[in-house]
């Protein structure tokens, strides 16, 4: 492991035990609420880094597994009467199985055409799940009552071990992130990201790569989804598998920093409070006034700060430096050595 | 439907060729047109079939503001942040127009075309949809046209083909840039004026537009506003026979699935090179 690869894994570790200690700060019930929602976002945003942010495919159509894994958890209490870990990990193969099957035909496209079709892939998955009778349709799941406990993935008297439930998934999520940024594998995908046709020629599949990154980013989200569902104890399909899941993490990605294994962490911890708390503070009015301060923050975000706010980050931690990171920087004149000379 | 879908996506592929920004907030653009059609009707009295050119001119200039406010600054960011600007956008929009107006629907049920029908044999037609499909070839046309043929139009190929190089030139990319804008806009307000003499008009009525319009432009191809209008009535077509015959819940199920079957004979497009 090279020297930053420490240091960001240390700084992740620091991170994950500082987070271990806030939810004892206080008791209030909200600000558990938007802890949890930060970083169930949060790991959410990092398992789709691992397909946008290193490998270049941008995906809008995560809500798919966000979904399954949700109805996995559901399904398996309220049909079968067995632990929703068990729905947790079904729904993870399964949800690896449908990356796996769509990535054939979808990967062959490129750029937006790839975008467009994961959304088509998102609103197909969505409309057949409306359509679905087994699973409820569009009525949705309300999952039954249980006694509180690890087994059975409910807890009512507090929201204290939903916190830690959500730690341990963001400290799985961004660790895995983390190790597949700075492994051999990650610096393929960001070949690959680079120029497909370069990494081909020095002897990377760029089809194996981005099928294992699809598939490893699906089964991460589809375990958020399960973790999702057990803690809103209801779900419908318009909750788990619109468009606007698969935007909001594109959104929180991409406003924190695409890529890097804290912009989701960042996106998240500002995105999502805001949409928490206008929603309190305004949300009462039935009007969408939250949303409009939400959407008007978004746009002012984007307007005055293009980079996401890890570049302005960046830019007071080194005032002079006006270049990306080192790797990301070799990876494209290798590229565009390989291009020209091809 | 599938000639108004045509047109959303000509508007749609027009911004999203020569710019290379995905406008999320292309339906609440066709929604606002449908809404200032609805008031038009239900405050002065002018049908929607009158009142278009109205409707076209606001959302030329929302779009042309647009670009002033917003986009001019996120163009030259990297890659997903005008798509982050125009998502805000889209949510701050919409939500105004439930703020505004409330969220119920609203139609218009007295307009000039309303409920006439007309009979072919064992097909019956409605007016409204007759017109809506009528003035979204025409107004398609035109914008091919006004591409094809006019210095502006000109100027647009030019810069989506190299920026840089039609700067050169001389051609101000500033104002090219917010003049497609401006006549993306003004397709969707075409569109909206048309629709809503058929289709009720509520804050979301443009986001499933939007959806299918994103599909439609890629199935064309990209950099060839061309290829909308033919995949816009393939996929209109798509939509009613596949509801009519598996039911209305796999529609939209099967107009995805054609996406991404023909996606996989012509991975850019239809008409895309």
């Known amino acids: 492991m ?85 729905g947790m990990a079904v729904a993870a193969v399964a949800s690896a199985v449908v990356a796996a099957i769509v990535s054939y035909p979808v990967f062959r496209l490129r750029g937006h055409y790839f975008a467009v079709a994961t959304m088509a892939v998102g609103e197909i998955v969505f409309q057949l799940f409306v359509a679905w009778r087994w699973v409820e349709g569009a009525t949705g799941i309300s999952i039954p009552v249980a006694p509180e406990g690890l087994a059975t993935f409910q807890f009512r008297s507090s929201k204290l071990p939903y916190a830690y439930i959500a730690i341990a998934l963001f400290a799985l999520a961004a660790f895995v992130f983390h190790f597949v940024s700075r492994s051999k594998f990650g610096f393929q995908l960001r070949a690959i990201r680079g120029s497909e046709e370069a990494a081909m020629a020095i002897g990377i599949s760029p089809a194996r790569a981005k099928l294992t990154a699809m598939v490893l980013s699906a089964a991460l989200t589809s375990i958020v989804g399960s973790a999702y569902a057990q803690y809103v104890l209801y779900i419908d399909p318009f909750m788990v598998f619109s468009m606007a899941i698969s935007m909001k993490i594109v959104l929180l990605t991409v406003l924190g920093g695409l890529g890097s294994v804290w912009g989701p962490v960042l996106g998240a911890a500002i995105l999502i409070p805001l949409s928490e708390y206008t929603r309190i503070a305004f949300g009462g009015t039935g009007r969408g006034v939250d949303l409009i301060i939400f959407g008007a923050l978004i746009v002012l975000v984007a307007c005055f700060e293009p980079q996401g706010i890890i570049g302005l980050a960046r830019r007071l931690a080194q005032p002079n430096a006006n270049r990306k990171g080192g790797a990301d920087g070799d990876v494209d004149t290798k590229s565009d050595a390989a291009r020209t000379s091809a | 439907m599938g000639c108004v879908y045509g047109l959303v996506a000509v508007g749609l592929g027009l911004i999203w060729g020569v710019m290379d920004v995905i406008n999320f907030a292309h339906g609440e653009f066709l929604m606002l047109s449908m809404y200032s059609a609805y008031w038009m009707y239900t405050l002065f009295r002018i049908d929607p079939l009158l009142s278009w050119p109205i409707e076209t001119a606001l959302i030329f200039l929302l779009g042309y503001a647009t670009y ?73 046309v035109a914008v091919f046209n006004f591409v094809g043929r006019t210095r502006m139009g000109r100027a647009m190929q030019a810069t989506a083909l190299d920026r840089s190089a039609a700067q050169l030139m001389g051609i101000d990319s500033e104002s090219v840039y917010a003049f497609t804008f401006g006549i993306g806009g003004a397709c969707v307000g075409v569109a909206g004026a048309l629709l809503a003499t058929f289709f009720p008009v509520y804050p979301e009525s443009g986001a499933i537009y939007s959806t299918l319009a994103f599909v439609i432009v890629a199935l064309g191809g990209f950099g060839n506003i061309r290829g909308a209008l033919p995949a816009g009535i393939i996929m209109g077509l798509a939509e009613t026979l596949g509801g009519f015959y598996l039911g209305t819940e796999y529609k939209y199920t099967i107009v995805f699935l054609i996406y991404l079957l023909v996606m996989q004979l012509r991975p850019k497009g239809l008409f895309g090179w």
């Not at chain 1, 397909?51 to 559901?74: E, K, P, R, V, W």
């Not at chain 2, 939500?95 to 609203?106: C, D, R, T, V």
């Not at chain 2, 307009?111 to 007309?118: D, E, S």
Request: with cysteine; charged share 10%.
């Open chain 2, 68 to 140: 002033k406010l917003i986009i001019k600054r996120v163009v030259n960011a990297p890659g997903l942040t005008a798509l982050l600007a125009t998502y805000g956008l889209s949510l701050m929009l919409r939500n105004l127009a439930q703020f505004a107006w409330s969220a119920n629907y609203k139609y218009l049920p007295d307009t000039f075309l309303a409920n006439k029908r007309l009979l072919m044999g064992p097909l019956i037609i409605g007016w409204p949809q007759l017109a809506a499909a009528a003035g979204s070839i025409l107004m398609s």
């Open chain 1, 2 to 86: 090279g020297k930053n690869a420490v240091r960001e894994r240390n700084a992740l570790l620091a991170l994950i035990a500082a987070m271990c200690v806030l939810p004892l700060l206080t008791r209030n019930v909200n600000t558990h609420h938007v802890i949890i929602m930060i970083l169930l976002y949060a790991s959410l945003g990092e398992a789709w880094n691992i397909i946008t942010g290193l490998a270049g495919q941008t995906s809008f159509g995560h809500a798919a597994f966000f979904g399954i894994g949700a109805y996995g958890a559901a399904m398996a209490y309220f049909k079968f009467g067995v632990t929703p870990w068990i």
